[in-house]
């Protein structure tokens, strides 16, 4: 099977303008994403919209690509990226990995194992899901949570607590229940990822704004692998002074 990594890396956050170009620790922020990727995909791409992160990623003598400017999410970004590339090195590839450019803590065996995945040839999603261990996940809102099949595959994500513990009290669903938390880094089969670019929003992704239930809604199945690594994006200027804070850079 063939890999490619792509990198969305957009630069016009609302929350954090520029925020590819943060500098961590002498290197910008997608530069630390794209050499983490590197460490397992032989073939890694950041995709961007902006001429500044494409010429920076130029400059630490990574890959690039110029993306339409309209995408509204991550997954359109790759779907253009690797029709690009695909048209551009005349090669094609079997798997598409979207890496978040605003991940730069990915650790390399979270990247192996979403790669684990597709040694089966029925699957078509890959994504990563973490134990909870603390009630404050449970009931965070900006960090969803999985409902899994005895298959491994999700079958529900939502920003609320599921499933719900009838009788329980809240304070005790933490130790009552095992619940996952979404690990937003996926992995598509290259003719799906097509297929998923086509589809319209769809009732539970609106409700919730998750993409991912617009696949579920229309059928797709979503394998989860498992992680103990701990997802640090940084959304704002002010997680990355958290992140100081605590120590990681």
């Known amino acids: 099977m063939k890999f490619i990594a792509i990198v969305p890396a957009r630069y016009g956050s609302k929350r954090f303008p520029g925020k590819p170009l943060a500098v961590i620790n002498g290197k910008i922020m997608v530069q630390r994403v794209f050499e983490q990727a590197s460490n397992v995909f032989d073939m890694v791409y950041v995709a961007t919209e902006d001429q500044r992160i494409y010429d920076a990623v130029l400059g630490f003598g990574g890959k690039v690509v110029m993306t339409s400017k309209k995408h509204r999410s991550g997954t359109d970004r790759c779907a253009e990226a690797v029709q690009t590339i695909s048209n551009q090195t005349g090669e094609s590839f ?100 097509q297929e998923l670019t086509r589809l319209k929003p769809s009732i539970l992704e609106m409700a919730e704004s998750l993409e991912q239930l617009r696949w579920i809604e229309n059928g797709y199945k979503i394998r989860v692998a498992f992680t103990e690594h701990e997802s640090i994006s940084v959304d704002t200027p002010k997680d990355l002074e958290k992140i100081r804070q605590i120590g990681l850079i």
């Not at 809102?141 to 079958?155: D, F, L, M, S, T």
């Open 94 to 193: 079997e798997i598409v990995v979207n890496i978040q450019g605003d991940e730069p803590f990915i650790q390399v065996e979270q990247l192996q194992e979403i790669k684990k995945c597709f040694r089966s040839k029925s699957v078509q999603i890959a994504t990563l899901i973490k134990p909870i261990n603390n009630q404050e996940d449970v009931f965070n809102p900006n960090k969803p949570k999985v409902v899994i099949n005895r298959k491994n595959e999700a079958v529900y994500f939502s920003r609320s607590p599921i499933p719900y513990l009838q009788g329980v009290r809240e304070a005790r669903w933490v130790t009552g229940h095992q619940y996952f938390k979404h690990i937003g880094l996926y992995a598509y089969r290259t003719d799906v990822l």
